[in-house]
């Protein structure tokens, strides 16, 4: 089941959060959510021992709360503040373990944070604080780039987000499944046209094929296959009152599903993807992290 009533923002306030915020604010408008606002600020004591010698350590740390905080408050208009539930948070230590403690502590669902923008290239960098959150957060992450489309992020913190129309781009694994329940529950509270796509691989397709050749003789049978997975996976009762598309590419994974948010002018991607081991990355070079890095609309990633 797919619950959305605690919600939390992470920023480092600089200007490329504001679309986070704009995007938490209307998400909790939508699901009557509490919203928390969090910035970590370094540990003075640990980070820098030797100004203990210099100045009031303990002093210099408790005015940089208190302005972190008022500037926290003044994100959020007073208006705001009267319809919705909205704390502000300041941690000390490390962002992305605070950011992620503080979510398992606190029963949070969805983390919303920001990348930035790398200058040469124009596509987001997602620092070492996102990529750590993604990575180990206990609830699903989505990261608004700092380039989206202003049909997918709300101009104000006044309008409403306006999802049209989702993505879930998929390989029917069992991580997958998890992300599907998020792209349906957000399509039908927001009446989105589901785009379903499956990208066939020829280097997977070879594999497939020699590990599965009762399934799988050619590139075209899993392409058939691959089709007749994408009509299974919703559920009858929710496909009477879904508007869903199914789509089939054939290519690079990233490029594809990059490609198909741009054709369907999408708003919003749902990705599923692995967790942290000490096997595999789940993260650096996959498809999920390019995806994230250039796509032009928000990106919500679920961890199985």
């Not at 007073?78 to 403690?101: F, H, N, Q, T």
Request: charged share 20%; glycine share 4%.
């Amino acid at each position: 089941m797919v619950r959305i009533s605690r919600l939390l923002v992470a920023t480092d306030l600089c200007p490329n959060h504001g679309p986070a915020l704009k995007y938490a604010i209307s998400l909790a408008r939508r699901y009557d959510a509490d919203l928390f606002i969090q910035h970590i600020i370094p540990d003075l004591f640990t980070r820098f021992p030797h100004w203990a010698t210099i100045i009031d350590v303990g002093q210099a740390q408790q005015q940089m709360h208190e302005s972190v905080s008022a500037q926290l408050r003044q994100w959020v208009p007073e208006s705001m503040r009267a319809e919705l539930e909205i704390k502000e948070i300041v941690g000390k230590g490390s962002p992305a373990d605070e950011i992620i403690r503080f979510a398992a502590e606190n029963a949070i669902d969805l983390i919303i944070i920001g990348t930035r923008t790398r200058k040469r290239t124009e596509s987001a960098f997602l620092g070492s604080v996102t990529e750590r959150v993604i990575r180990g957060a206990p609830c699903p992450v989505l990261t608004i780039p700092p380039h989206s489309t202003e049909a997918a992020v709300p101009a104000d913190i006044i309008h409403p987000i306006q999802l049209r129309a989702i993505l879930f781009p998929t390989d029917f694994s069992n991580y997958s499944q998890r992300a599907l329940d998020y792209a349906i529950a957000l399509s039908d509270e927001y009446n989105s046209k589901l785009i379903l796509l499956s990208v066939v691989e020829y280097a997977n397709a070879i594999q497939y094929e020699m590990e599965r050749a009762n399934l799988a003789h050619n590139i075209n049978a899993i392409i058939r296959w691959s089709e007749m997975q994408l009509n299974k996976i919703i559920p009858a009762d929710l496909g009477k009152r879904l508007r869903c598309e199914m789509q089939v590419l054939q290519g690079s994974p990233y490029q594809e599903i990059l490609k198909a948010a741009d054709d369907h002018h999408v708003d919003l991607i749902v990705m599923g993807t692995h967790g942290w081991s000490a096997i595999r990355r789940f993260f650096l070079g996959t498809t999920t992290e390019k995806v994230i890095r250039q796509a032009s609309c928000p990106v919500l990633t679920v961890k199985f």
